[in-house]
């Protein structure tokens, strides 16, 4: 189907879901109607005016402050899918903003801190505390990838702090290998600073300095459990009882490299490498008929050969792509107490939301084989995926509502399955982070009859967002003295809001990591050194010219191409060029466009509207140029009567690839897998109706159709 057709008939369809539960909830109590819950996931939280107690590392002086800065390069920022500094003046602004609504809970689902260090989660924690105390705000954290690294702590640290004339600056705590004197790369880092302030902390020091932000019962609760509270605890609740049985060493469970342990091993099966790790999940009543799951969805699996336990805390895989796939295997006993919630919630009349840091449900849009095939296996962290049937099990629970982080991406996902002859309807909520494009924080109000309105907030102006700005100058001098090769354009620094802050974060992202590293040789070669014009040229080339061949002529060497003299073969090809330029002519004249306009963009600023789709579903239309929007329409039109003669990643020898039906080949599949992007759900504004089972969009179709 069409870009422009796909995309008006699902914005006109108000992305209606058909279908309803067997056994519907009755209505909520009124105390919860109307109630608002925030939910801030990925904020990597550092803080920059971090005190180390130790006195290891006073910062860089800053003249607006006056105080030490304790910062990231903005070359590492650049890098990264996050922003390591400026999120600090980010949350503060989002904060501000819950309290000037006078919202007085907010979920943090994962990644609230970068990596659990002391000296920033100190300061996490002195900020949840102050909007605690001065406007009455509720904290309610689960745990990401990042908050802890590993189960139990281990040495740690960074080696891109910015230090002193602009040069990298390295902090390590003792054992992590790299507090060595001496400096590295000829001078241009300076000597390792050692300090325990940043050794990244396990669960028992995370879950001991936010007790008081959801990890542990509070008095004023209504009610608190976790999966492994005693039937005692659950129907005779008392805070002192709850208290006893949510202590870190009661939170503990078996896991093994082949699965949950305890009681979950399957007889026969032979299990390895077992041992305790905690798990920090729980249920809190906060007021009287809500209630919040904060689930754990860290799965950390011992590794073969490794002995386990807070000796060996790097004896653990990672977090970051295990997500729900790997919890239907090796945490099976918090996926059962999902589903006894939600009984024991339907039981009680409770208003079940829950939040985690993984995403329960497909992310793209339907696009992950597309992207596959384009990008190949593993691109764009598709194994952080949830298979289909894992959202079939998740949704088996009778979960209804979940809001997830960890891809920094604004989506929503549905997933409806029949099971046992009952439907069950599964809605994953994307939230964006704070850290990187588009900065916002998702708002959930209940609404009577089972209906929950979500919000996106974004977050434009910040106040002191360039605050630090001063100390990226000084760095961007020091890496033009030496000519560095990954230097970052400076006009970053004339961003004028936050919100343009993050834009220029992602443009600068898509160039120097993204392109390198996750396009094909050849289409980057055509993205880098082509606007507009000679695309929509390129869709209607028919020539035998070789992608070695334009390679050579553009002095871009692409590997595997063997080439000896092309005189004869490029003058044909400019034949060719010159008639399919007549064609492109006469085809944006019949469209009512001209083909010169198409000169306005570049093959880079494409890639870039790739990602703000990819990221951002349909609020990345507030930056991509309305005048470019024609321009991709008839493109995608074009490309798609393509009937392709290469497919891609079959090894096929690029010396005897045409150029033109590659380049028809690769950009068709991105335009299909941009338009799967923009024609997900409703992600902006919108309601779900849990006995419906329905997702409405509330902006309206004139303001979203937007290719029209």
Known sequence: MKLQTKLVFSLLAGAILAGCNSESSSEPPPETQDLQIAFMPDIHFHDVYGDFQDGSFDGL?????????????????????RLFNENYFAMIAALDDIAARGIKYVALPGDFSDDGQPVHMRGLVEIF?????????QFFAAPGNHDPVRPFTQPAGKSDYLGLSGKQQGIWSEGAGQCVPGSDNSGQELTPICTEEVQEWGYRDIMDILGGHGFTPQPEYLYFETP????????????????????YEQRQYEICYEGTGGEYKTAGQDYSHCSMVPDSSYLVEPVEGLWLLAIDANVYRPKPGSEGGPADP????????????????????????????????????????????????????????????????????LERMPEDGTSKALAATGLSIHVGGHMHFNDTGVKSYQIDGKNHTLFNIQAPSL??????????????????????????????????????????????????????????????????????????????????????????????NMDGEQMLIMSQIETDFTVCQLADVLDKPLQGCELESNNGDLKQFIKDWRAARIQAEQLALDNGLLLSDFREWSGEELAVDFYRLRNADELAFRDIDPERLPHYQLLSDELRSFEPAVFMNNGQDPNELSVGEVFKTRFDAMFLIMEKFATGQASDNFLIDTEKNTITDLIGTAERDVLQ
Do not use: C
């Not at 970051?320 to 009680?348: P, R």
């Open 228 to 247: 492994y509270s005693s039937a005692e605890a659950r129907s005779h609740y008392r805070y002192e009882k709850a208290l006893q049985e949510a202590g």
């Open 129 to 137: 505390d102050q909007y605690s105390r001065e406007h009455g705000i």
């Open 314 to 381: 790097g004896g653990y895989e990672g977090s970051s792509s295990a997500g729900y796939n790997v919890m239907l295997s090796h945490k099976q006993q918090v996926i059962d107490w999902i589903g006894d919630v939600v009984t024991a919630a339907e039981k009680h009349n409770k208003t079940l939301i829950s939040f985690s840091h993984f995403p329960m449900t497909d992310f793209y849009n339907g696009a992950s084989e597309d992207i596959e095939d384009l990008f190949g296996e593993g691109a764009f962290q």
């Open 435 to 528: 850290a990187g494009y588009i900065p916002a924080y998702k708002l959930l109000t209940l609404r009577p009859h089972n209906q929950v309105e979500v919000e996106t907030v974004i977050i434009e102006e910040v106040a002191r967002f360039d605050e630090l700005f001063e100390h990226y100058q000084e760095e961007h001098r020091h890496l033009t003295e030496i000519d560095d090769p990954g230097i970052w354009t400076k006009e970053v620094l004339e961003s004028e809001s936050y919100y343009q802050f993050t834009d220029w974060h992602l443009k600068e992202l898509t160039r120097l990591r993204f392109l390198p590293d996750d396009w094909p040789l050849d289409m980057r070669l055509m993205l880098l």
């Open 61 to 81: 002086e800053n003249s607006i402050s006056g105080q030490g800065a304790t910062i990231r390069t903005m070359k590492s920022q650049l890098n990264s899918t």
